[in-house]
């Protein structure tokens, strides 16, 4: 008996969500459509970071065209 409950618990919270049990996000939409905003530009905020860690936002210091290099 207790193990068809606990199957009988374990399928109706399957079956009444999707994802976490424990919403990341507001209920409110607009709470939720600024969390998600933020949560966004979080996100494209670390391509920036890793490009200054790296020092990859530098200039280039090389030509534009093409040189020969060798001795003419």
Known sequence: MRKACWILVASVLVS????????????????????????S??????????ERIWFLDQPSHMTPWRTHGGIL
Not at 19 to 35: H, T, V
């Open 16 to 39: 009444t969500g999707t994802g976490c049990l424990i919403p990341m996000y507001s209920g409110d939409p607009i709470r939720r459509a600024q969390q998600l905003i933020y949560t």
């Open 41 to 50: 530009e979080d996100l494209r905020a670390i391509t920036d970071e890793w």
